[in-house]
């Protein structure tokens, strides 16, 4: 890791040594000397950092390295500094038009000030290159090996990481999990006592050590399909160490809204824990239902929950795991109680989960090779039935040479760790083998999980913004910096370090989080390599040191006021439902906080943001990434072009109703997100924001400006997403011309819909020729006829249609598109009477939505058709007589949901 600090420097150094003429006199050569020198220790450092992690207390040496390691690291962060420092001084220097005798005092003046700050540089210069020079002379004592830059990772596997992923196959994993080994006993017991048993409430608990697949097992069971018939709703709720129970109630009956697809009551964030108890009640009278609550830590859980969980007499159940017994013997006060322990896999269960997560995508086709077969047995073993550790180590001996030496090594190395007492210890030091044998650009990518709270799900595309402002993310030639970092999360999560939360429809990685085992060795980790600080109401890191980011989910001004700022590069302030952050806290954070790259601010203050953005935003000179996600009315200063190396800019959460112009100065600026925003004050520079990648919820305006503000958008011919609200038919054909332009586009969303659901005419919207790498099409406004250019799509996965009116029958037309997998069809986007499904029609499709098709009367569905379908959703539709002909021809289909539509009783369950 110091290693990764000092080519962060390195990376700083250069693009100043390059624009000499810019440097202040003197400082070149500086900063040339101690780049050198830099260059000159790199060589050691991967051998440095080897050994002080791996060879842990074994000796004094050991200690001695680590010492060593730390000063170079403290060394590169203070070069780091410096180069900010010298950058923010040259920033601010005055650009003085003004004459006479006012003018030459207040050159003096301002002379005085720069020579002071010079000297002042110039002297930290010196004494880091002392600081430097004093370190290499100390790495001779431990006699470091110089280690060729394909030498990293772990020491059994040296040398293996040489070969990069781009593993195709990663994709397909997301779609279907692989077959869990072991778990088919206790899910049919799990699944009986959901299934059947008493009608009284009753309380299911699984209960085990950390690792063993808790919530693994309850998740196979909660989706058994079996089980998804029998309930009348199912809600899953995280629970965590920490939780607020208030959330936690309000996230149950915002889930049992959605899943009926009603609205919540309006006043739901206002209620208090009394309220929302009762509302609960009122709603599940009638109901049977299962809540799961994973992962309980508090033993007086059920006290503050059970009053919620009406007792209707109608076989409800409640499903909870647990580390602890205790939890679940206090349930037993007031209601039955079934427990299940789970126990470990036998050796035999082992070895099967081994070889499926270690060969399955082998060329052995899932077979363990005859020479391996003893030597995975006994890493299978030794694994002591965890199927955390199973799972960690199989994904990572996945990427190995399947060779017996280096295997038998790998082993021997794990038996060290394996024979300690504690189970929690064992599965960290699995994990930390698996962080160690990562290549060191891998290594800050996974650390950087630490800055997110306990069970936080985080959206795959920030994390790699995040990544990317950071400067995890290296250029390869031939791909963007994204298309890299989404191969690194690729990796992160086939060596079972990164857990997939949600995938899109192609089966890409829409979000994804790190298991709690996981997160607690990396939190060690961060704390040992200064990586960042974790501040909670249940604990924090300790606030001495060098603190380069800081991630806090607690607003107690004790804490506040012991962080020390001046380092900081990266601050998240996630929400605290106790506290709001202080108004001193908040103006530090935008007046010290100056060498500030990444900002995600969401949390609410006790002063409006908008002030203290006036006052200080354009001091934050290097911020990269800037992400406001709260529900605050938020206006953006004109100072924001100070902004320079701004790279995403989300307001996606804020409510704000038009950009300054300074934005369209934001020339690096590659993702500006929103939920609405009006650009009329851009008309002129938007153009030259050519940078851009992303550009979401844009509103058009009225007449000539909008016009000019959608030609300009044709100079933006990076642009892969884009969306646009208030498209009128005289924009149609600006429009066509600027989306022509436009050949990376892979997400477009057009919205010709007023407030008042009056469409406008998407008919002439001709794209000649189309994107071809266009993905997702969202079409809202009426079409005429479908246009034939959507057909020349050939990569088109996801297509909508709102409101289209569409008279011919669209199916015809689209069912032939062999890479579509989504299609919705919604909100009379078909005004003609019946659809009909073709046989060997749309074979790739997982999902169909038909949604208020007012005019609709039948639906034909022949075999054949629709082979892959998995999700069907027929809602509001009227008029629709029967149940759609040759249904029970969709043998792939996993989920129905039919809604508002007659005869709903006779439709199949699944």
Known sequence: MAEMAVSFAIDKLLPLLIEEVNLLKGVHKEFADIKDELESMQAFLKDADRRAATEGDIDNTSEGVKTWVKHVREAAFRIEDIIDDYLIHVEQQPLDDTTGCVAVLHKIAQLLKTMIHQHQIAS??????????GIKERSKRYGFQIQNSIEQGSRSFRGSQNAKWHDPRMASLYLDEAEIIGFQEPKNELTGWLLEGRSERTVIAVVGMGGLGKTTLAKQVFNNKEVVGHFDCRVWITVSESYYIEGLLRGMLNELYKQKGDTPPQDISQMDRGSLISVLRNYLQQKRYVFVFDDVWNIHFWNEIENACIDNRMGSKIFITTRKMDVAKNCQKSSFIEVHQLQPLTDDQSFELFKKKTFQFDDSDGCCPNKLNDISFKIAKKCKGLPLAIVAIGGLLSTKEKNVIEWRRFCKNMTLELKKDSNLIAINKILALSYEDLPFHLKSCLLYFGMYPEDYIVHSKTLIRQWIAEGFVKEESGNTLEEVAEGYLTELIHRSLVQVSSVTIDGKTKSCCVHDLTRAMILEKCEDLSFCKNISGNGHSSLSGSIRRLSITTHSNDFMKRIENSRVRSLFLFADNSQLLSEDFTRRIFREYRRLKVLEFGVFSNVRLSNILRENLGS?????????????????????SMLQNLET??????????????VSKLRKLQHLLSSGMWMFKLKGGIGGMESLQTLSSVKIEDGDDGIKIIKELGKLRQLRKLSLFHVMEDHISTLSSSLNEMQHLENLSILSITVTKNCYDLTDLHLNPPPSKLRTLKLIGMLKKFPEWILQLQNLVKLKLEYTKLIDDPIKLLENMQNLLFLSIIKDAYKGESLHFHDGGFQNLKELHLIGLTNLYSIVIEKGALQSLKKFELYDIPNLKTVPAGIQHLEKLQVLNVRDVPHVELYPKL
Do not use: A, C, G, W
């Open 649 to 662: 800019l989300d307001m996606r959460h804020t409510i704000f109703y038009d950009l300054p112009k300074e």
């Open 620 to 640: 934050l000179i290097h911020l990269k990434y800037l992400s406001f996600n709260i529900v605050e009315l938020i206006k953006l200063p004109e100072s924001i």
């Open 124 to 133: 930290e210069i010196q004494d880091i290159k002392l600081s430097v020079r």
